[in-house]
């Protein structure tokens, strides 16, 4: 089993920045692809960003320009840098990972999500 752990969630103005940072950790397994999610109050949670093991991204429409998601295979993180940071940015923000582990004859697919973290844009 795969535990993510989130980091650098906080209050910010609007404008400003936040750096999100997610690290994997665990023992025998290979990480695919990487996500961040997050979820508002009273909304569905919604997919952000996602970065293939090759590092092709996607994003929302909605944070297209203003955030960039990266990843470190060495350090097994994923990171998601956010600009222009908007009040409508404000809810939990979820690490996400696809990863195989197990031997080549056996493999297994699995995912892991994260405990999550508050990000607070104020007006």
């Not at 929302?60 to 955030?67: L, Q, T």
């Not at 990171?79 to 409508?88: D, G, R, T």
Request: with cysteine; glycine share 10%.
């Amino acid at each position: 089993q795969v535990q993510l752990v989130e980091s650098g969630g906080g209050l910010v103005q609007a404008g400003g920045s936040l750096r999100l940072s997610c690290v994997a950790s665990g023992s025998g397994f290979s990480i695919n692809d990487m996500a961040w999610y997050r979820q508002a109050p009273g909304k569905q949670r919604e997919l952000v960003a996602n970065i293939t093991s090759i590092s092709r991204t996607n994003y929302a429409d909605s944070v297209k320009g203003r955030f960039t998601i990266s990843r470190d295979n060495a350090k097994n993180a994923v990171y998601l840098q956010m600009n222009s940071l908007k009040p409508e940015d404000t809810a939990v923000y979820y690490c996400y990972c696809h990863y195989m582990s197990g031997p080549i004859t056996r493999l297994r697919y699995d995912a892991s999500w994260g405990q999550g973290t508050l990000v607070t844009v104020s007006s």
